[in-house]
């Protein structure tokens, strides 16, 4: 295996394209959202907005569950794959039993954990809801293996667009919390509904655009993904752990200052995602054909990324938020500034995440996202007490960059990642020689067409 190989292996002009159309359309729709999230939160105050995003973290634990960690291994399958209709049929088939699960496990959770609080549980109710709904989100999948990335990114913008626009026309008509939570219902009935029409278009064939439930398919996906399932399960609990614990531990105003900082740490966790995401495929043929999968630049694409989008986020939260929401949230722009270097741990650990399924790995990453959980649970119960919601951040920040990063030497098998991640914290020489390789290639390949 060439763990030296340059980004050159990885990098072609349909994979900048890829991630240059995705980067474009989480900017924009996770800002959209991030924008209405800020004017909602003016809106209703740090108490009711914790509240809202209380429900939201509760079902996002069990969100993760229902997702199965299908969506590398399927998309590795479908990338080799030229009848994908077998495997998409039967992933939404597992994602509808699982959603339903999950969302009635939300439920119960929120039953036991605030049952005196009526509001909290009817919020978490309904925002469960649209867990089971969202099964056909697994045709991502599809196009993530072929680097098609408009369609999806557009599906994903109408839906989002008219997702905020019911948010705010609820706020501006009076309807409250209660009609906030069956928006996020909308939204994930509106994306699921635009994914399958994308799918039916483009998909290369008439026969492969059929999605074929079969029970032997659903077997042999759960057995592929379960190390991708727990891993997705225990990254998305302490991912939303911060909220839920924070509700528990702290005040409904705490937990809305935090959530403020959070979803503006979360459209910045998606640029670093999105670059791997679009070089996975590229990573897996290289695999399947001769070994070569370049994991250096897998680290060094997304450390430098994460990274850069990191200064660029605080210096923007901390001269635009105090304009925009005025002395209630003054104390988010201090989280933000301590929250937002837990992305260099997300790029770190998604980079990583895809070199083991790459490379027969993926057994590991359950432990190693499990490592993070019980990290994340200690170091917020120690420090959300005396510090709120700087605490709960800092928690996060440490814990990610834990189970991102350090969490790899402490396994023989990823010790190779590990010194990979340690050389990737200065990756500027490597990627600027290799850019300039790629261009002479690609300057090569155009002179040997003429």
Not at 166 to 184: F, I, M, N, S
Request: charge should be positive.
């Amino acid at each position: 295996m060439n763990l030296e190989a340059p980004a050159g292996k990885l990098i072609s002009r349909r994979s900048i394209v890829g991630s240059s159309i995705l980067v474009a359309e989480n900017v924009l729709r996770l800002g959209l959202v991030a924008g209405v999230s800020m004017w909602i939160a003016h809106q209703l105050g740090p108490a009711d907005f914790g509240l809202l995003n209380y429900a939201s973290a509760m079902v996002g634990v069990f969100w993760a569950a229902a997702l199965l960690g299908l969506d590398t291994p399927l998309t590795a399958r479908l990338a080799l794959s030229r009848q994908p209709g077998l495997a998409l049929g039967s992933a939404v088939a597992l994602r509808v039993a699982t959603g339903t699960l999950g969302g009635a496990v939300a439920l119960v959770a929120a039953l036991l954990l605030r049952g005196d609080e009526r509001d909290a549980v009817l919020l978490t109710a309904i925002v469960a809801l649209a867990v089971p709904l969202s099964a056909p989100f697994v045709v991502d999948a599809w196009f993530k293996a072929h680097n098609d990335a408009m369609p999806p990114a557009l599906a994903r913008l109408v839906a989002t667009l008219l997702s905020c626009a019911a948010k705010v026309g609820c706020l501006l008509l009076g309807g409250g919390l209660v009609a906030l939570a069956w928006t996020v219902v909308l939204e994930s009935l509106l994306v699921a509904a635009a994914l399958l029409v994308a799918y039916r278009v483009r998909a290369p064939r008439i026969a492969a655009t059929l999605l074929v439930v079969q029970r032997r398919e659903m077997v042999k996906l759960l057995f592929e993904s379960w190390p991708f399932l727990l891993s997705a399960l225990a990254v998305a609990a302490y991912m939303k752990l911060d909220v839920v614990m924070l509700g528990v531990l702290s005040t409904n105003e705490q937990t809305g200052l935090y959530s403020l900082s959070q979803k503006l740490a979360e459209v910045l966790y998606f640029i670093p995602v999105i670059v791997v995401d679009v070089l996975f495929p590229q990573l897996v043929r290289h695999q399947a054909q001769d070994g070569a999968t370049a994991p250096q630049a897998f680290f060094d694409l997304s450390f430098a990324v994460a990274l850069l989008a990191t200064l660029l986020a605080i210096a923007a939260v901390a001269v635009a938020l105090p304009t925009l929401f005025g002395e209630p949230y003054q104390p988010t722009v201090g989280i933000f500034v301590v929250h937002a270097w837990a992305c260099l741990g997300v790029a770190l650990g998604h980079a990583r995440f895809k070199w083991m399924a790459a490379t027969g790995r993926q057994a590991l990453a359950p432990w190693v996202a499990l490592l993070g959980l019980v990290l994340a649970m200690a170091l917020h119960t120690l420090l959300i007490p005396g510090y709120g919601a700087t605490g709960a951040a800092a928690a996060t920040v440490v814990a990610f960059l834990v189970s991102g990063w350090l969490a790899s030497y402490l396994f023989p098998s990823l010790r190779p990642a590990a010194r990979m991640q340690t050389r990737a914290l200065w990756p500027w020489g490597r990627l600027w020689r290799d850019w300039r390789h790629w261009r002479e290639d690609a300057a090569s390949t155009k002179v040997v067409k003429r």
